[in-house]
Each structure stands twice: as C-alpha cells, then as structure tokens.
C-alpha cells in the first residue's frame, strides 16, 4: 500500500518559519511528482507548490512565492516545504501529494494518494 505522511506543522507566530516534511512508501519515489496543497477556513483545498519528478521544475502559487519552497530527497523518499516569513492566512491543514504525471500540478485532479495532513496554525 501506498502511503504519504507529513510532519513538521505547528503554532507559529507571524513572520516565523516552518519546515513540513512528508515520507513517501509504497512506490517508486523518483518516478513521481510531488505537491502540497492546503485546507482552510476559505478555501476548501488549494495548491501550494510542486515539483516534477521529470524536470525537478517547480510551481508555487502566487500567494506564496519568494516564501515558500518546495524540495524532495530521493534517497529519503521525502518531499520538503520550507515555509519562511509566514502569515495568518496561511493557518491551513497541509497534505502532500503524489501522481506520476508531471505536467498540471496545479491541479488536485493530477494527484492519485495523499496524506493526511499537517497542521499550521500562524498567530498574528
């Protein structure tokens, strides 16, 4: 079976930093591409980042880039979000995700497991 775990969320205050890790079993990790999306209050599920297994090209959205950046660790079968400079309205349950696509990884339709999720709670 196929299973993502993340880790790494917590309280943190605004303008603080966060790493989310999650591992990856039950498949072939460098054939994957890797996303987080979050869940808030506002929007039920919404992209964060990605990063093709192809290219190792990434995609942020636009309200986190130049805070945010998404990594992976094929030998540890972990994919990273450094999260810096945080904000209230990134309080949100953070999953990652994975799909043997590489393309369209905006969209949570592209993703076939994920993981249950983190919490990130940003106090202003």
């Known amino acids: 079976q196929v299973q993502l775990s993340e880790s790494g969320g917590r309280l943190v205050q605004t303008g603080g930093s966060l790493r989310l890790s999650c591992t990856v079993s039950g498949l072939r990790f460098r054939l994957y591409s890797m996303g987080w999306f979050r869940r808030t209050q506002v929007n039920g599920r919404e992209f964060v980042a990605a990063?093709?297994?192809?290219?190792?090209?990434?995609k942020y959205a636009d309200s986190v880039k130049g805070r945010f950046t998404i990594s992976r660790d094929n030998d540890k079968n972990t994919v990273f979000l450094q999260m810096d400079n945080l904000k209230p309205e990134d309080t949100g349950l953070y999953s990652c995700a994975s799909t043997g696509y590489y393309n369209d990884l905006t969209s949570a339709y592209r993703y076939d497991h994920w993981g249950q999720g983190t919490q990130v709670t940003v106090s202003p």
């Open positions: 990063m093709s297994y192809r290219d190792g090209s990434r």
